[in-house]
């Protein structure tokens, strides 16, 4: 072996092996891959030592390969053979017949007939992923991670997309609605929990698809991840202008003024580093929570007569002026059974655009997710449904809407009860919320288009970082569409939001269904390969049916949501709805004809590389945790929440 192809270091129980000439694949010969196989092989050998390969991105493996940063290197445990006939070797296998005879040398890596098929490597530059330019810094405190995880449990859809749905499905399609998007949401949270609970990994959603299903969908959900975030970030800002409009004194500024100063104080933001964004989120997270938890208390005791009026309203706006059911697109269809399942499918769709982004709450903990969703959003809507008339012309998105109409359902409860000064201190309130939104969404975006460039499947100048550790290329090019927000000056507040919801919403959906599909693949290579699901380290209830009735459900969702673009025709509403679709097919398939990717068979799927550095992590968490001791009352208190 060449001192100059190859470089084996053994330091405290940690091999590192490092090409040191090529800075490309290409440029790698066969001897070197042959000497690199030597090396990882007898170093693999030994049990007492951690191998990782410096100069590597996580595209070098294949997708049952555990890559994982560690000090700033790509580490990777319990490889072996697997490891030499995986995605590292393949492209000498490929790349040319004069190198594919000299490989041939070595019988076990040649014997690469099984991952090839299913994984390829691309013509990728290796890249120091320590370099200065392309490394993001860790600065969120535990308090910081925890109040955001909890604020981030509900977003904007609950406070302002139900001033959509209330007048289209009514009270109690308005609850019936969200409680069953809210089951379906849950089981796709479960079926990515038990995911995460078996093999938890950095790549997200995209990782579990790649690893189980084809790399080609994770290449498309990868996109698509971003693409959601590159409109619901506009989407926000949108929203917060909606929210301005409620005082007469903000009217009278430009709408192009106040967008311009919402994009530059996220931007601000942003642009500060980690450290800056974590506090900031905090405090504009618990001013959510807050704010979430007052709305409910406040609106049961408008609903009991705890108002100036002294109205106790109780079930009365289920029975007026038309029942507890909308009447959507009733003077179009002409039939009231139809106007009503119209009015819910409508609700549906509202509702999934409100629990879009939930599943990023996983592997934190299902069954405090699920509470969540059962407190926060179903019981939110309910209280909604309560004290909101769904005719009301002071919701924005009224057929009579006033000057001035409230972006909120509970704002316009509390302006039709005269209690006087909370309906703009409740505003200012939201004001924060919708903007907190907006700011988490540009900074999740911008490090989803991040990890698309280190992984080489968008372009690497997007990998640039700053002296803070901003990805700063990326930060701008998410910006750029935040200029998508102007379009309300000309369209209308209430009319955009329309278009963004049924992008995110579209975007949203085809997220849960990959997520779905991936699980799905997930089960039948462990029935393939023996495995009990009794011995997963969560085993959530309802599956694998719950996964399949989460998928056909978001399927017809997403193809039958844009149903009113036809009653009557109209080509903007059709666009927003359904464009997502051939997109995300577009990339798919390019992808997959590009590399020549093949599906996984259930049989072939890696179910075992990485767990035992996973277990390891585990035990000593474990017994991290242990040495603590006991957590107080209201330690326990707050875990719980």
């Given at each position: 072996?060449s001192?100059?192809?190859?470089?084996v270091?053994?330091?405290?129980?940690?091999?590192?092996?490092?090409f040191?000439?090529?800075?490309s694949?290409?440029?790698?010969?066969?001897?070197?891959?042959?000497?690199?196989?030597n090396?990882?092989?007898?170093?693999?050998?030994?049990?007492?030592?951690q191998?990782?390969?410096w100069?590597?991105t996580?595209?070098?493996?294949?997708a049952?390969?555990?890559?994982?940063?560690?000090g700033?290197?790509?580490?990777?445990n319990?490889?072996r053979d697997h490891?030499?006939?995986?995605?590292?070797?393949?492209?000498?296998?490929i790349?040319?017949?004069?190198?594919?005879e000299k490989?041939?040398?070595?019988p076990?890596?040649?014997?690469a007939?099984?991952?090839r098929n299913?994984?390829?490597?691309?013509?990728?530059e290796l890249?120091d992923?320590?370099a200065?330019?392309?490394?993001?810094?860790?600065?969120?405190?535990?308090?910081?991670?925890?109040m955001?995880?909890?604020g981030?449990a509900?977003?904007?859809?609950?406070?302002?997309?139900t001033?959509?749905?209330?007048?289209?499905g009514?009270?109690?399609?308005?609850?019936?609605?969200?409680?069953?998007?809210g089951?379906?949401?849950w089981?796709?949270?479960?079926?990515?929990g038990?995911?995460?609970?078996?093999?938890?990994?950095?790549?997200?959603?995209?990782?579990?698809?790649?690893?189980?299903?084809?790399?080609?969908?994770?290449?498309?959900?990868?996109?698509?991840y971003l693409?959601?975030?590159l409109?619901?970030?506009?989407?926000?800002?949108n929203?917060?202008?909606v929210?301005?409009?409620?005082?007469?004194?903000?009217r009278?500024?430009?709408?192009e003024?106040w967008?311009?100063i919402f994009?530059?104080?996220?931007a601000?933001?942003?642009?500060?580093?980690?450290?800056?964004f974590?506090?900031?989120?905090?405090?504009?997270?618990?001013?959510?929570?807050?704010?979430?938890?007052g709305?409910?208390?406040?609106?049961?005791?408008?609903?009991?007569?705890?108002?100036?009026?002294?109205?106790?309203i109780?079930?009365r706006?289920?029975?007026?002026?038309?029942?507890?059911?909308?009447?959507?697109?009733?003077?179009?269809?002409?039939?009231?059974?139809?106007?009503?399942?119209?009015?819910?499918?409508?609700?549906?769709?509202?509702?999934?655009?409100?629990?879009?982004?939930?599943?990023l709450?996983i592997?934190?903990?299902?069954?405090?997710?699920?509470?969540?969703?059962?407190?926060?959003?179903v019981?939110?809507?309910?209280?909604?449904?309560l004290i909101?008339?769904?005719?009301?012309?002071?919701?924005?998105?009224?057929?009579?809407a006033k000057?001035?109409?409230?972006?909120?359902?509970f704002?316009?409860?509390?302006?039709?009860?005269?209690?006087k000064t909370?309906?703009?201190?409740?505003?200012?309130?939201?004001?924060?919320?919708v903007?907190?939104a907006?700011n988490?969404d540009?900074?999740?975006?911008?490090?989803?288009?991040?990890?698309?460039?280190?992984?080489?499947k968008?372009?690497r100048?997007?990998?640039?970082?700053?002296?803070?550790?901003v990805?700063?290329i990326?930060l701008?090019?998410?910006l750029?569409?935040?200029?998508?927000?102007?379009?309300?000056?000309?369209?209308g507040?209430?009319?955009?939001?329309?278009?963004?919801?049924?992008?995110?919403?579209?975007?949203?959906a085809?997220?849960?269904?990959?997520?779905?599909?991936?699980?799905?693949?997930?089960?039948?290579a462990?029935?393939?390969?023996g495995r009990?699901?009794?011995?997963?380290?969560?085993?959530?209830?309802?599956?694998?049916?719950?996964?399949?009735?989460?998928?056909?459900?978001?399927?017809?969702?997403?193809?039958?949501?844009?149903?009113?673009?036809?009653?009557?025709?109209k080509?903007?509403?059709?666009?927003?709805s359904?464009?997502?679709?051939?997109?995300?097919?577009?990339?798919?398939?390019?992808?997959k004809?590009?590399?020549?990717?093949?599906?996984?068979?259930?049989?072939?799927?890696?179910?075992?590389?990485?767990?035992?550095a996973?277990?390891?992590?585990?035990q000593?968490?474990?017994?991290?945790?242990?040495?603590?001791?006991?957590?107080?009352?209201w330690?326990r208190?707050w875990?719980?929440?």
């Amino acid at each position: 072996m060449s001192p100059s192809t190859v470089t084996v270091d053994v330091r405290e129980g940690i091999a590192t092996i490092c090409f040191n000439r090529p800075r490309s694949l290409n440029a790698i010969t066969a001897d070197d891959y042959s000497a690199f196989a030597n090396a990882l092989r007898d170093v693999d050998k030994r049990d007492d030592v951690q191998v990782t390969i410096w100069q590597a991105t996580g595209n070098w493996f294949c997708a049952g390969t555990d890559v994982r940063s560690v000090g700033g290197r790509l580490t990777t445990n319990t490889l072996r053979d697997h490891f030499l006939e995986s995605r590292i070797f393949a492209p000498a296998l490929i790349m040319d017949a004069e190198k594919n005879e000299k490989f041939s040398d070595t019988p076990s890596v040649a014997s690469a007939s099984v991952d090839r098929n299913y994984y390829h490597d691309a013509e990728l530059e290796l890249h120091d992923p320590t370099a200065a330019n392309e490394s993001l810094h860790r600065g969120l405190k535990a308090r910081q991670i925890s109040m955001i995880a909890l604020g981030g449990a509900v977003g904007t859809g609950l406070i302002i997309g139900t001033s959509t749905a209330l007048p289209r499905g009514g009270p109690l399609g308005l609850f019936l609605g969200y409680m069953f998007i809210g089951f379906v949401c849950w089981m796709v949270m479960c079926g990515l929990g038990e995911m995460a609970a078996y093999l938890p990994h950095s790549k997200g959603f995209a990782g579990y698809a790649t690893r189980f299903v084809d790399p080609a969908l994770g290449f498309a959900l990868g996109w698509n991840y971003l693409f959601k975030y590159l409109i619901v970030t506009p989407n926000n800002l949108n929203a917060a202008g909606v929210v301005l409009t409620y005082w007469s004194g903000a009217r009278k500024v430009p709408k192009e003024a106040w967008m311009a100063i919402f994009i530059v104080f996220i931007a601000l933001f942003n642009l500060l580093g980690v450290r800056v964004f974590g506090e900031m989120e905090f405090w504009f997270s618990s001013i959510k929570v807050i704010t979430l938890i007052g709305l409910l208390f406040l609106g049961i005791i408008i609903d009991l007569g705890g108002n100036p009026h002294h109205d106790r309203i109780g079930f009365r706006n289920w029975q007026h002026p038309h029942g507890p059911m909308g009447h959507y697109l009733k003077a179009q269809v002409h039939e009231e059974s139809l106007s009503i399942f119209l009015g819910f499918f409508a609700v549906l769709s509202n509702a999934l655009f409100a629990y879009i982004g939930t599943e990023l709450q996983i592997p934190a903990a299902i069954k405090r997710t699920f509470w969540r969703i059962l407190v926060f959003y179903v019981g939110g809507v309910f209280v909604i449904g309560l004290i909101t008339p769904s005719t009301d012309d002071l919701l924005f998105t009224a057929t009579k809407a006033k000057a001035g109409a409230a972006a909120s359902p509970f704002i316009v409860a509390t302006t039709l009860v005269g209690i006087k000064t909370l309906d703009h201190v409740l505003n200012a309130a939201i004001l924060c919320f919708v903007l907190s939104a907006a700011n988490s969404d540009l900074y999740i975006g911008s490090r989803t288009l991040y990890g698309l460039a280190v992984e080489g499947k968008a372009p690497r100048i997007f990998a640039k970082t700053n002296r803070n550790g901003v990805p700063w290329i990326a930060l701008i090019t998410c910006l750029l569409f935040c200029l998508l927000v102007y379009l309300n000056v000309s369209s209308g507040a209430a009319k955009v939001f329309g278009y963004f919801v049924n992008l995110v919403s579209a975007f949203g959906a085809l997220t849960w269904i990959s997520i779905c599909i991936s699980h799905i693949a997930f089960m039948r290579a462990l029935k393939a390969q023996g495995r009990s699901r009794d011995s997963l380290p969560y085993k959530a209830p309802f599956q694998p049916f719950g996964s399949w009735f989460a998928l056909i459900t978001t399927t017809i969702i997403l193809f039958f949501k844009g149903f009113d673009s036809f009653i009557p025709w109209k080509v903007d509403t059709f666009v927003t709805s359904y464009i997502a679709i051939p997109v995300f097919i577009v990339f798919f398939l390019g992808y997959k004809f590009y590399y020549g990717t093949k599906f996984i068979p259930s049989e072939k799927v890696d179910l075992t590389t990485g767990l035992k550095a996973i277990d390891d992590a585990e035990q000593a968490f474990l017994a991290e945790e242990e040495a603590k001791g006991p957590r107080s009352f209201w330690g326990r208190i707050w875990d719980g929440m």
